[in-house]
């Protein structure tokens, strides 16, 4: 297995207890209370800001269902009740709403559907960025579990990964 995968999952299996980025923080806390009551959210952001580690960290802390694909709804069983997060999802109306449909017609009343352009729609958004803050907290998360840092600065997530697992451990 390769170092990449083996930090992806170490991340994907302490998600829970790590801290999130500070925008993350901000996007879990709007969602959590736009979904108190059923409806929709798009989580949206260019890549490597983090979108997927939160789907992540909502699905360990027991917040969400993560579903990595809309292909994938099926073998996720989501409950009714609870919120689902559909990640790399369409943003384009067409799709969008296909995504939609899809998961209404589950049953599923609260949902989050991640992609990297706002979606055409009308729904209401959350915008994941990345700041040096959030930087910061992902390196200290990577020394938590273990791994090398890189000393240079990078514009988004999976290029600190990659740096990371170039890294002599």
């Given amino acids: 297995m390769s170092r990449y995968i083996r930090i992806l999952n170490s991340i994907k299996s302490a998600v829970g207890t790590l801290p999130l980025t500070p925008s993350q923080d901000v996007c879990n806390a709007r969602i959590l209370e736009r979904l108190a009551y059923p409806g929709v959210v798009n989580l949206y952001g260019v890549q490597g800001t983090g979108k997927t580690v939160l789907g992540w960290a909502m699905a360990a802390k027991g917040q969400a269902t993560y579903v990595t694909h809309l292909?994938?709804?099926?073998?996720?069983?989501?409950?009714?009740?609870?919120?689902v997060t559909l990640d790399n999802a369409?943003?384009?109306?067409?799709?969008?709403r296909r995504s939609l449909v899809a998961l209404e017609s589950?049953?599923?009343?609260?949902?989050?559907?991640?992609?990297?352009?706002?979606?055409?729609?009308?729904?209401?958004?959350?915008?994941?960025?990345?700041?040096?803050?959030?930087?910061?907290?992902?390196?200290?998360?990577?020394?938590?579990?273990?791994?090398?840092?890189?000393?240079?600065?990078?514009?988004?997530?999976?290029h600190i990964l990659l740096q990371a697992a170039r890294e002599v451990r």
Avoid: C, H, M
Wanted: proline share 4%; hydrophobic share 35%; net charge negative.
């Fill in 106 to 158: 589950a049953g599923i009343e609260r949902i989050v559907i991640v992609t990297r352009l706002p979606a055409d729609d009308y729904v209401f958004r959350a915008e994941l960025r990345l700041t040096n803050d959030d930087i910061e907290i992902v390196l200290e998360n990577l020394r938590k579990l273990g791994y090398s840092t890189p000393q240079r600065s990078f514009s988004n997530l999976w």
């Fill in 90 to 96: 369409e943003a384009d109306k067409t799709g969008f």
């Fill in 71 to 83: 292909s994938k709804l099926k073998d996720s069983s989501p409950t009714s009740d609870g919120i």
